[in-house]
């Protein structure tokens, strides 16, 4: 093992960890606006304390790495993940660097089992994007995603591509989540139909194969040499 895969076999738990906890204090003040604000300044500390080590993990990894700048290049996305959220507009993406902690983490143990990956993937990032469209739908004038329960049931009916329209989003920020939840969701539809289809493609041709050995064993010549 390098010490780039050393380190990130070390780094997993403790990340997964800071993930729920970054996840615990970024959903409940938006959960809950009338939250102490003693407590939601803690939280809001916690916060920005987990993406700090998020942060170090990062460029940790950078110094680990044996050509830097391809490493940098090959993940863009965890630059992207880390230094735009500094802007208030698009704090919405911390969202989706929980997601790729969570991501990183339970990768290796999916892997291989499609179709119980992408489900569960689906219903974490509905989760997060209901909390995320809540954070930019609350305020808003006109919002008519007010509470939890409007977020959850609106992210239900985008990500299995239902869309009632009782709810949707009416900022920019809360339809470009609903935007990537449609991605989400049509993506989640099509692999574990895909998943199904090669189940039973893989079962006919099985009984298929099957069925011809039977019928060459009837048809071979009695005393001749087996094939």
């Not at 920005?48 to 490493?71: E, H, M, N, P, S």
């Not at 591509?161 to 920019?172: E, L, S």
Request: aromatic share 8%; net charge neutral; hydrophobic share 50%.
């Amino acid at each position: 093992m390098t010490r780039l895969e050393r380190w990130e076999g070390r780094a997993e738990i403790p990340l997964l960890l800071l993930a729920v906890a970054f996840l615990i204090a970024y959903a409940w003040p938006v959960i809950d606006p009338r939250l102490n604000p003693d407590l939601e300044t803690v939280l809001r500390v916690g916060s920005w304390t987990v993406w700090g080590a998020f942060a170090i993990d990062f460029a940790v990894r950078i110094c680990l790495a044996d050509q830097r700048r391809t490493y940098i290049l090959r993940h863009w996305y965890d630059v992207a993940l880390i230094v735009l959220p500094m802007f208030r507009s698009l704090r919405l993406l911390r969202v989706l660097a929980l997601a790729r902690i969570l991501n990183r983490s339970a990768k290796n143990s999916l892997v291989g089992r499609v179709g119980t990956y992408v489900i569960g993937t689906a219903i974490v990032v509905s989760g997060l994007a209901a909390i995320a469209v809540l954070d930019a739908e609350q305020d808003a004038a006109d919002a008519n995603i007010t509470t939890i329960g409007d977020a959850l049931w609106w992210a239900a009916t985008t990500v299995t591509t239902v869309g009632y329209g009782d709810r949707y989003p009416v900022t920019v920020e809360g339809r470009f989540i609903a935007v990537g939840l449609m991605i989400v969701g049509i993506a989640t539809v099509g692999a574990v139909i895909a998943s199904a289809t090669a189940w039973i493609i893989s079962q006919v041709q099985g009984g298929t194969q099957q069925a011809a050995s039977g019928e060459a064993r009837r048809t071979q010549p009695q005393g001749s040499p087996p094939e």
